[in-house]
């Protein structure tokens, strides 16, 4: 199908995400490595920022993609995004002391963020509506793969002049360097893609966008799908929008609409406040932000990022087993995740996140109970190892595809309260990476002074998780949008007064008769009807 060419094609940001977190975990372990970096690698404190610069680097990249993604357009963003890459990682290769390593890894995080966010940004308008869902689990699938291919190459490499003394730095500079493969892929590729429908039509550039629709979708510009979807973008998501926003503000801040710098800040700052004062939107602030949380606070990261090191401490001598303990990581990770992508929709989300959470825990607080045995005895050693394969294959199958696909659903219920929506959002998904840096920066520290209790205290965090998962997160499973404002009990308040703003906006406008207006799910049944046609005609 023509329309998931540029989807698929953006599959590989997610590959060199998922390489990207992976890769360093075995660089820190090469002996050339630590012979050239000294004291930012033995010292706890100094490796922690060592490793997680790149994702402060990230979280800023995150605040500032918006702006590019709307004054460059998305296809330029995403370009731009891999050109700071890819300094940052030819900084990184070139090294000759731990500043470059410090200032290579904060610059290619700068990449990283504004990618997870242009990248996703663009998917989402430019694949069908029917095909979005899939993506997400499929973005989750690359990444996990991307993490399994680099624990291999760090083997591999390892081996690159003899894994001692006479190792060569070739070891630790090519799977650093390798990186450059897909983001340059990346990176022409996206030259090649076609805009954003709707950044077109923000542009004014409607033809284009028809165009686009038209190629995307593999159907003739004049078809129904194309011209409803077409009307749907520059009408519904675009004219309502404004209208809404306009009106919305007008209504409630009538003082701060002279267009200054500080009347602007302060519509920002009540929309965010807007977020503490209705209930209904602060428990979906609440799930996606606390959700992305927990994901981190599994200690997933801590094991991606350290592995090496973990096993080492349970008993394995030497970096040829510890790194080949960690390629199993890899690879029990990956294979764990096919399953979830697959049934992921059949399942529900509730029931794999509270059996994962738990499931992660029961692994944490094994391997706490086995650590200091484990470093004397090799059955111990190699059980304490098994319990973090088993915690791999837990996050592999939930945390992993579950919370992408939970956030990715708790951005459409925001979308619908389009006073809020980019403020909610901005919240979890900067969570997200400031969470992954803090544990990044603290589990050396962790593992040098509290040992086994690094197990315990994420394994208190998996179990919070699982507990938040079953006591305050809906299933949303099979729930539509409008089923999701009942859930989530927007019935009164900002969401309803919202709503019925939205609707005599639909009328106004004329996209909405007898108190219905079209929707994606209209869009999605007109396209499957239109695609049966075509099949059947060329049959």
Known sequence: MVCCFPSNRCLIHFCLVGYNQGVFSGVLKMHTFVD??????????????????????????????????DKLSRKYTIVLAVVIFCVGVIVQTTAKASPSIYGGRFVTGLGVGSLSMAVPLYNSEIAPPEVRGSLVAL??????????????????????????????????????????????????????????????????????????????????????????????????????????????????????QDGSFMSGFKLGLFAYLSLLRERSLLYRVMVGTLTMFFQQWTGINAILYYAPTIFQSLGLQGNVLSL?????????????????????????????????????????????????????????????????????????????????????????ILLNLTTVRGKGVSIAASSNWMNNFIVGQVTPTMLKHLSFGTFVFFGAFSLLGGLFILFFVPETKGVSLEEMEEVFGSTTGIAREDQARLDDIYRRLGLMEDGAKGTNNDIEAKGSEERVSDSEKAE
């Open 324 to 412: 080949l303990a960690t390629g199993v990581v890899g690879i029990a990770m990956f294979l764990a995740t096919i399953p979830a992508v697959i049934y992921i929709d059949q399942l529900g989300r509730r029931p794999v996140l509270i059996s994962g959470a738990f499931l992660m825990a029961a692994c944490h607080f094994i391997v706490a109970g086995l650590f200091h045995t484990a470093q004397n005895n090799a059955a111990t050693g190699w059980a304490a190892c098994a319990m973090v394969w088993i915690f791999a294959i837990g996050f592999g199958y939930s945390w992993g595809p579950c919370a992408c696909t939970q956030f990715s659903e708790f951005r459409a």
């Open 36 to 69: 050239r970096m000294g004291d930012a690698v033995n010292d706890p404190g100094k490796q922690g920022w060592l490793v997680s610069i790149l994702e402060l680097g990230a979280w800023l990249g995150v605040l500032v993609t918006g702006y590019f993604a």
């Open 139 to 256: 973005q989750q699938l690359a990444i996990t793969f991307g993490i399994m291919i680099s624990f291999w190459i760090d083997f591999g490499t390892n081996y690159i002049g003899g894994n001692g003394d006479t190792q060569k730095e070739s070891a630790w500079r090519l799977p650093i360097a390798l990186q450059l493969v897909p983001a340059v892929i990346l990176g022409v590729g996206a030259l090649r893609l076609p805009f954003s429908p709707r950044w077109l039509v923000n542009q004014g550039r409607n033809d284009e966008a028809v165009a686009v629709l038209s190629y995307a979708r593999g159907l003739p510009e004049d078809s129904d799908l194309v011209q409803i979807e077409f009307l749907h973008v520059i009408l519904e998501e675009i004219k309502a929008q404004y209208l809404f926003e306009k009106e919305t503000s007008e209504k409630n801040f009538p003082q701060y």
